[in-house]
């Protein structure tokens, strides 16, 4: 069970800056340590561009009352990063999965409509709701895959199941909860040797200001996009805007995919003043933690704990 996390958490895409030889073990910590970091990837460039030597990336989330950037620096510490930079998302234009369907999509492929752009304003949940959504969000173990899956669910929660399932219902109405399904590793190989997929590109556009909604809306109209958003790189990372990542098996075809959505941008007038590809290489990837009580907890685990400890 997935959830729409940009409803429930203040969240960030992290760009961390590390000496080579602390990249593998600081990826380590992020992945098992902190449950706060969802998508941990290392990343590269075809050539030294701005914001190259930034090459850990990771999502993050911290509970709604909570400030990322403070978190960050706990995580700095920890592993002994150089620098850090954060990018809040302004606007999300794509948000999915689906690599499979995508293997046969023509480079320039896209809908009749651009994107909407989905905000990221926080849902407001009460305490009964946010019970449920705790006892909710998990993985399913094999034993509570059956008729009534929730049963043990609404009992952990301290509900009845009638009343779990009208609080989920609530929940659902407040758009916090995504889809519901397996998860499809698209970088590790299947028990059959077989990747759904082999490179995972990270695309940045500098496109005018005042023109982000519309060239992220035209991003996000191409279905090969599996997320799009606004996000301001800042200086470290040539002012780009608008980000986006697609999946393929294949270098040259992600690349021709690109070169037909900047031609499309070109074409209807949104000038792309600068552009960009970060390569993904090793990548890890679980649900970020959003529950106040773990994060407190985590913070009085590490506060006296100097770093590195990598």
């Known amino acids: 069970q997935t959830l729409l996390a940009n409803k429930l958490a203040e969240g960030a895409l992290v760009a961390w800056k590390l000496p080579v030889e602390k990249l593998e073990p600081a990826f380590e910590f992020l992945f098992k340590e902190d ?26 989330k911290v ?34 999965v689906g690599h499979v369907r ?3 999509m023509e480079p320039g492929e896209k809908a009749d409509e651009p994107a909407k752009m989905m905000t990221t304003n926080i849902a407001e949940l009460d305490a009964e709701e946010w019970n449920v959504l ?8 094999l034993e509570e895959i059956g008729p009534e899956p929730w049963a043990g669910r609404a009992q952990a929660a301290g509900v009845s199941l009638e009343k779990f399932c009208e609080v989920a219902k609530r929940l659902d109405d407040k758009g916090v909860i995504g889809r519901f399904s397996t998860f499809l590793e698209h970088v590790k190989p299947s028990a059959a040797g077989v990747r759904v997929t082999r490179f995972n590109a990270l695309f940045h556009w500098r496109v005018p200001k005042g ?16 997320h799009c958003y606004w996000r301001e790189g800042g200086e470290r990372f040539a002012n780009v805007n608008i980000m986006g990542v697609i999946h393929g098996t294949d270098k040259e075809t992600v690349l ?27 990548s890890e990837i679980k649900p970020s933690e959003i529950s106040p009580v773990v994060f407190k907890a985590w913070h009085e685990k590490w506060a006296g704990v100097g770093g590195p400890v990598i």
């Open 102 to 104: 995508r293997k046969t």
């Open 35 to 60: 449950p706060f970091s969802g998508h941990v990837v290392l990343r590269s460039t075809d050539r030294e561009v701005s914001g190259s030597d930034f090459r850990l990336w990771t999502t993050l």
């Open 256 to 282: 021709a995919h690109k070169a037909a959505i900047d031609r499309h941008l070109e074409g209807i007038g949104i000038p792309v003043e600068y552009t960009n590809v970060f390569w993904g290489g090793r």
């Open 134 to 141: 705790l006892h909710l969000k998990g993985d399913l173990s």
């Open 211 to 226: 023109m982000e909604e519309r060239a992220g809306g035209e991003v996000g109209r191409h279905p090969i996009m599996t």
């Open 63 to 96: 509970p709604q009352d909570r400030n990322i950037n403070d978190h960050c620096d706990v995580l700095k510490r920890l592993i002994g990063a150089q620098d850090y930079y954060t990018m809040q998302a302004h606007g999300i234009f794509a948000l999915g």
